[in-house]
Nanobody
């Protein structure tokens, strides 16, 4: 059973930065596509970014492109989300997820709250 644990959330002022981490255990992390998603109050969960198992391919939602960077360290079984130039509309619970087969995200973390004050 794959377990994902996010950390690094908190309160930050608009324009500030945060880095989220997601530590994986119980699976073969270095074969998984990893993703970050978020869910704001009253809204559906949305895709933020993803990274291929090798780290060579990344993809971002238009809303975060140029501000957020996803990366991974397969030696530490950890994926990161560096968030810069944060905006109040980035406020949400952020989740990391693992896609072991390339078809769907089968494993999810518990989420970490990001609050951006204006």
């Amino acid at each position: 059973q794959v377990q994902l644990v996010e950390s690094g959330g908190g309160l930050v002022q608009a324009g500030g930065s945060l880095r989220l981490s997601c530590a994986a255990s119980g699976g073969t992390f270095n074969t998984y596509t990893m993703g970050w998603f978020r869910q704001a109050p009253g809204k559906e969960r949305e895709f933020v970014a993803r990274i291929a198992w090798s780290g060579r391919f990344t993809q971002y939602a238009d809303s975060v492109k140029g501000r957020f960077t996803i990366s991974r360290d397969n030696t530490k079984n950890t994926v990161y989300l560096q968030m810069n130039s944060l905006k109040p509309e980035d406020t949400a619970v952020y989740y990391c997820a693992a896609n072991p087969t390339g078809e769907q995200y089968a494993y999810w973390g518990q989420g970490t709250q990001i609050t951006v004050s204006s």
